[in-house]
């Protein structure tokens, strides 16, 4: 019953949201600052099968007079496959006072039916379903310290309620609150399609005993983003370095799974572990003022996974994509992966680019 109400009130709100956008162009003749956009979702994965939904979103200014802060953006996401899977978002990116600070809001809640693989003297090796009810809410911001470097804190609160297949594990409940202490290095031309210049990230995440975690762990989350100009500033080389290390207790829950964005072509779900690297490169070739291809290629490797064959193995990935800029006034892209990854592949709908 909770899925269905869940798809009645999401329709509701997306005809609330498309009558809105039938009267943003008359807003946006009065007032330039806000851009509206709805965006469907229609997408194919071999975990959770046919999704579909909604994504209307938001670009603004909270300072009409501030012309050195990028645009802040809000979104609703509504999705629902046919797994049985649904998930619902509310994602916030904020930019204020002469880009000086920048803030997040995100909250997510859905069921997420998917499978993992299981190799132990136990059970028969091979993929078995679990489901989680998770809720997430995360909070965070960002001030800055000196020219292009930033520093700052955010919160995020998990609950997640896992069952698995033939009870090969005992089911879960895991409730976590973690602290998390951030640096930012950006020279980007843009937030949202940087055309030059570079992002550094280093985020340590905490999960201390003391602040509500059952157990200890923590995380080290690293990435380095370039952006090389090509064909007089049409198109763009980026590359991209992420390293994901877990320490400690780190919960089924926590464990870092190969693909999204870090490495695309793998979508069962089968190689996960404590922690992930990743390097990968993309061409960005912008054949018209708002279409575009992608080309891309890259490979990871895990370590902490329960099977021990996997551990330090490489996975390569490499596919194409297309791009359709969302927005009017502001690069942001929405578009379309294929990806094939080790004995794996995958389809990913984009909502910006993949770094």
């Given at each position: 019953?909770?899925?269905?109400?869940?798809?009645?009130?999401?329709?509701?709100?997306?005809?609330?949201?498309?009558?809105?956008k039938?009267?943003?162009?008359?807003?946006?003749?009065?007032?330039?600052?806000i851009?509206?956009?709805?965006?469907?979702?229609?997408?194919?994965?071999?975990?959770?099968?046919?999704?579909?939904?909604?994504?209307?979103?938001?670009?603004?200014?909270?300072?009409?007079?501030?012309?050195?802060?990028?645009?802040?953006?809000?979104?609703?996401?509504g999705v629902?496959?046919?797994?049985?899977?649904?998930?619902?978002?509310?994602?916030?990116?904020?930019?204020?006072?002469?880009?000086?600070w920048?803030?997040?809001?995100?909250?997510?809640?859905?069921?997420?039916?998917?499978?993992?693989y299981?190799?132990?003297q136990?059970?028969?090796?091979?993929?078995?379903?679990?489901?989680?009810?998770?809720?997430?809410?995360?909070?965070?911001?960002?001030r800055?310290?000196?020219?292009?470097?930033?520093?700052?804190?955010?919160?995020?609160?998990?609950?997640?309620?896992?069952?698995?297949?033939?009870?090969?594990?005992?089911?879960?409940?895991?409730?976590?609150?973690?602290?998390?202490?951030?640096?930012?290095?950006?020279?980007?031309?843009?937030?949202?399609?940087?055309?030059?210049?570079?992002k550094?990230?280093?985020?340590?995440?905490?999960?201390?005993?003391?602040?509500?975690?059952?157990?200890?762990?923590?995380?080290?989350?690293?990435?380095?983003?370039?952006y090389?100009?090509?064909?007089?500033?049409?198109?763009?080389?980026?590359?991209?370095?992420?390293?994901?290390?877990?320490?400690?207790?780190?919960?089924?829950?926590?464990?870092?799974?190969?693909?999204?964005?870090?490495?695309?072509?793998?979508?069962?779900?089968?190689?996960?572990?404590?922690?992930?690297m990743?390097?990968?490169?993309?061409y960005r070739?912008?054949?018209?003022?708002?279409?575009?291809?992608?080309g891309?290629?890259?490979?990871?490797?895990?370590?902490?996974?329960?099977?021990?064959?996997?551990?330090w193995?490489?996975?390569?990935?490499?596919?194409?994509?297309?791009?359709?800029?969302?927005?009017?006034?502001?690069?942001?892209?929405?578009?379309?992966?294929?990806?094939?990854?080790?004995?794996?592949?995958?389809?990913?709908?984009?909502?910006?680019?993949?770094?």
């Open positions: 019953m909770q899925k269905y109400i869940f798809i009645i009130s999401f329709l509701c709100s997306c005809a609330i949201v498309s009558a809105q039938q009267e943003s162009d008359s807003i946006q003749k009065k007032d330039k600052n851009d509206i956009t709805v965006m469907p979702f229609l997408n194919f994965n071999r975990n959770l099968e046919f999704m579909f939904g909604a994504i209307p979103m938001m670009m603004y200014k909270l300072n009409k007079n501030d012309e050195v802060s990028p645009k802040s953006m809000s979104g609703l996401s629902y496959s046919t797994n049985n899977s649904y998930f619902i978002a509310f994602f916030n990116r904020f930019f204020f006072d002469e880009d000086k920048r803030a997040k809001f995100f909250f997510f809640n859905g069921d997420y039916n998917s499978q993992f299981l190799e132990n136990d059970v028969v090796p091979g993929f078995y379903d679990y489901g989680t009810k998770a809720t997430v809410v995360s909070i965070g911001a960002q800055r310290i000196v020219q292009n470097l930033y520093g700052g804190v955010t919160y995020t609160y998990a609950h997640y309620n896992t069952v698995y297949e033939d009870d090969v594990q005992p089911p879960s409940v895991v409730e976590t609150n973690g602290i998390e202490l951030n640096t930012l290095y950006d020279t980007r031309d843009a937030i949202y399609y940087p055309m030059s210049g570079e550094v990230q280093l985020r340590w995440i905490s999960f201390p005993e003391w602040f509500g975690n059952d157990v200890a762990a923590e995380k080290i989350l690293a990435e380095y983003n370039k090389i100009p090509m064909k007089n500033g049409r198109d763009l080389i980026a590359a991209r370095f992420s390293g994901k290390f877990g320490l400690g207790d780190i919960a089924f829950q926590q464990q870092q799974t190969i693909g999204g964005k870090d490495i695309r072509g793998y979508s069962q779900g089968e190689f996960r572990g404590d922690g992930l990743a390097i990968q490169g993309e070739y912008n054949f018209a003022k708002k279409m575009g291809l992608v891309f290629a890259g490979v990871a490797t895990i370590y902490g996974s329960d099977t021990e064959a996997y551990n193995d490489l996975y390569p990935g490499a596919g194409v994509g297309y791009r359709y800029q969302a927005f009017k006034k502001v690069k942001f892209n929405i578009g379309l992966d294929a990806a094939v990854g080790k004995d794996d592949w995958g389809i990913y709908f984009r909502i910006g680019e993949a770094f």
